[in-house]
């Protein structure tokens, strides 16, 4: 039984580790040849977050899928596309979570307001408690 256990857990082990050992994505870690091109694509990559790390941006993370996530801007930078093009279909792939400058979107536009409103009730608060006392 125990055997079987552990075969088990190493067939479900086997996708996990593949991940990792595939090799980077060609322009993981190369640059583009044209200097404007490859300025235009980091300046992008600054934007958008790594989904594996969460505080990085995908132009300082080492982890695969930030390479991949690099490789795919380079690419489609060098196809001509224009980086607004570039970060909708990012967004559109994986959420307005990959994005550090999410845009205000009928979703989104509570995550906005509610710190204005809390703002706004604290002052009233605060207004009323030293109105009372003097």
């Not at 792939?93 to 999410?102: H, L, N, V």
Request: hydrophobic fraction near 45%; glycine fraction near 4%.
């Amino acid at each position: 039984m125990k055997r079987l256990l552990l075969l088990i857990a190493f067939i479900l082990a086997a996708p996990l580790s593949a991940q990792d050992s595939l090799p980077p994505a060609p322009y993981a870690y190369k640059q583009l040849d044209d200097p404007r091109q490859e300025a235009e694509a980091k300046a992008l990559m600054e934007t958008l977050r790594c989904l594996t790390c969460q505080g990085q941006s995908i132009a300082d993370s080492d982890a695969p899928m930030a390479g991949d996530l690099r490789h795919q801007v380079r690419v489609r930078v060098a196809r001509g596309e224009k980086p607004e093009a570039i970060r909708a279909w990012l967004i559109e792939r994986y959420g307005e979570y990959i994005s550090f400058k999410p845009e205000v979107t009928s979703s989104t536009w509570p995550l906005f307001a509610l710190p204005a409103l809390l703002l706004l009730v604290a002052v009233f608060v605060f207004r009323n408690k030293l109105g009372k006392k003097a």
